[in-house]
């Protein structure tokens, strides 16, 4: 297996000595490639084996910790608007989603959950839970169509609706600044303007497929503009959200006067511009630079997916679990990507791992700061120069080996096995 990339820099505004540091060509033989997939099965075998009750107590610490960001942040902003109170709830409400719902979606607790409904994949969030356990712009079901199945099954290939450099090619045409202006618009807004229309999308999709609703119209990236006027989105996800944090909680603070509801509207106002930068900044990076490749085609093997999920991520640099947990446990993306059901717990351990592991066969691991990886990401969509597309060639033996397997197959068994 060899993954070969091929630069589409445009050559006007190429950057000269650019910061790619990223192997142009990484070769994974046929004997590394089957030591590759023994590995990750031992890997999985030892992170299941200590999985257990100490799992689901560390969630609900974090989860308690988030709320008690949230409740101090509502607190203080009885003083009135100040950017203590907006860090506060803004530091909430990024726990509630991509710290808690997110792995909780994924169904790293549903084997530790004994019955409790809160840690459930198929309860959390669902009917009267939202209002207590993730009231979001997005909802359980449409995150899951979107996320657990278009973005992981297809990281980086043309059906993964989640990249970024890909989605903002249009801005190449128009000058620089623009194009910083755009990126910081789409950060501080992306949870309503891209992911609330993209899960939605991902949704109708699921529920077409099932023969539960009528076509939706195709798009490239499954997200056009018209998704925004969607009723069934405003009904379920936009007005429930808008309605409890920007009219019923600033109501709720009326009685201590009007300052003190003032001070909960602007500060909620603020924390969700700031939650949304904060969430973009450690997620969109993982995935987006002119040294992150996205692929071509359909993985064609196990092998081969696994390989996408490894080189098409990287890694956060953590000195430990504050940064953990303000990195939103994403600094662990390769690990993520191989076992996405893994619980957060698990990450820091099987990360060595998995590094050595990737070291033993000659697979390329990577790991930066998350502020470097912040300026390749902007690096990618603000340059004039275009994020490569690789190709991940296999040996003459696998070639053999993956044409037994469908695509479809493929993915759902990685993703699942």
Same mark, same amino acid.
């Given at each position: 297996?060899?993954?070969?990339?091929?630069?589409?820099?445009?050559?006007?505004?190429?950057?000269?000595?650019?910061?790619?540091?990223?192997?142009?060509?990484?070769?994974?033989? #046929?004997? =590394?490639? $089957? !030591? %590759?997939?023994?590995?990750?099965?031992? +890997?999985? *075998?030892?992170?299941?084996?200590?999985?257990?009750?100490?799992?689901?107590?560390?969630?609900?610490?974090?989860?308690?910790?988030?709320?008690?960001?949230?409740?101090?942040?509502?607190?203080?902003?009885?003083?009135?608007?100040?950017?203590?109170?907006?860090?506060?709830?803004?530091?909430?409400?990024?726990?509630?989603?991509?710290?808690?719902?997110?792995?909780?979606?994924?169904?790293?607790?549903?084997?530790?959950?004994?019955?409790?409904?809160?840690?459930?994949?198929?309860?959390? #969030?669902? =009917?009267? $839970? !939202? %209002?207590?356990?993730?009231?979001?712009? +997005?909802? *359980?079901?449409?995150?899951?169509?979107?996320?657990?199945?278009?973005?992981?099954?297809?990281?980086?290939?043309?059906?993964?609706?989640?990249?970024?450099?890909?989605?903002?090619?249009?801005?190449?045409?128009?000058?620089?600044?623009?194009?910083?202006?755009?990126?910081?618009?789409?950060?501080?807004?992306?949870?309503?303007?891209?992911?609330?229309?993209?899960?939605?999308?991902?949704?109708?999709?699921?529920?077409?497929?099932?023969?539960?609703?009528?076509?939706?119209?195709?798009?490239?990236? =499954?997200?056009?503009?018209?998704?925004?006027?969607?009723?069934?989105?405003?009904?379920?996800?936009?007005?429930?959200?808008?309605?409890?944090?920007?009219?019923?909680?600033?109501?709720?603070?009326?009685?201590?006067?009007?300052?003190?509801?003032?001070?909960?509207?602007?500060?909620?106002?603020?924390?969700?511009?700031?939650?949304?930068?904060?969430?973009?900044?450690?997620?969109?990076?993982?995935?987006?630079?002119?040294?992150?490749?996205?692929?071509?085609?359909?993985?064609?093997?196990?092998?081969?997916?696994?390989?996408?999920?490894?080189?098409?991520?990287?890694?956060?640099?953590?000195?430990?679990?504050?940064?953990?947990?303000?990195?939103?446990?994403?600094?662990?993306?390769?690990?993520?990507?191989?076992?996405?059901?893994?619980?957060?717990?698990?990450?820091?351990?099987?990360?060595?791992?998995?590094?050595?592991?990737?070291?033993?066969?000659?697979?390329?691991?990577?790991?930066?700061?998350?502020?470097?990886?912040?300026?390749?990401?902007?690096?990618?969509?603000?340059?004039?120069?275009?994020?490569?597309?690789?190709?991940?060639?296999?040996?003459?033996?696998?070639?053999?080996?993956?044409?037994?397997?469908?695509?479809?197959?493929?993915?759902?068994?990685?993703?699942?096995?």
């Amino acid at each position: 297996m060899q993954i070969q990339r091929k630069s589409n820099a445009v050559s006007s505004g190429a950057a000269p000595g650019g910061t790619d540091t990223a192997p142009r060509d990484a070769a994974l033989s #046929a004997d =590394g490639a $089957r !030591r %590759l997939m023994a590995g990750i099965k031992a +890997l999985r *075998a030892r992170v299941a084996a200590r999985t257990g009750p100490e799992d689901l107590r560390h969630i609900k610490r974090l989860s308690w910790l988030g709320r008690a960001f949230s409740a101090a942040g509502y607190a203080t902003s009885a003083l009135g608007p100040n950017p203590v109170s907006t860090v506060l709830i803004a530091l909430g409400r990024f726990a509630r989603w991509v710290v808690i719902a997110h792995p909780v979606l994924h169904k790293a607790y549903d084997g530790v959950a004994a019955g409790d409904p809160a840690w459930h994949s198929r309860t959390f #969030a669902r =009917g009267r $839970r !939202r %209002l207590w356990d993730w009231l979001d712009w +997005l909802q *359980a079901d449409a995150w899951q169509a979107q996320h657990n199945v278009a973005h992981h099954c297809y990281t980086g290939d043309e059906r993964d609706p989640d990249r970024l450099a890909v989605n903002m090619a249009w801005l190449k045409r128009k000058p620089r600044l623009v194009r910083a202006l755009a990126l910081l618009l789409t950060a501080c807004t992306w949870k309503w303007i891209y992911y609330g229309p993209a899960t939605r999308s991902a949704l109708r999709r699921r529920r077409e497929r099932e023969g539960d609703a009528p076509p939706l119209e195709r798009t490239s990236a =499954g997200w056009s503009p018209s998704a925004l006027l969607d009723r069934e989105m405003l009904l379920r996800s936009y007005l429930p959200y808008a309605l409890v944090h920007f009219v019923l909680l600033p109501l709720a603070f009326l009685p201590l006067g009007r300052r003190a509801a003032l001070g909960v509207l602007v500060n909620s106002l603020a924390a969700e511009l700031l939650s949304n930068l904060h969430s973009f900044a450690v997620i969109a990076p993982t995935h987006t630079g002119l040294d992150i490749p996205i692929f071509e085609g359909a993985a064609r093997s196990r092998e081969e997916y696994y390989v996408r999920q490894i080189v098409g991520s990287v890694n956060y640099e953590s000195p430990g679990g504050a940064a953990d947990f303000l990195h939103g446990y994403m600094g662990y993306q390769i690990e993520h990507h191989l076992w996405p059901d893994l619980p957060l717990r698990q990450y820091r351990e099987v990360a060595r791992e998995v590094e050595a592991l990737c070291a033993e066969v000659g697979l390329p691991y990577r790991r930066d700061s998350v502020w470097r990886r912040i300026a390749e990401m902007v690096r990618a969509v603000v340059s004039d120069e275009e994020v490569q597309v690789a190709r991940v060639a296999m040996t003459h033996a696998g070639a053999r080996r993956a044409g037994r397997v469908s695509g479809g197959d493929v993915e759902r068994a990685a993703l699942h096995g």
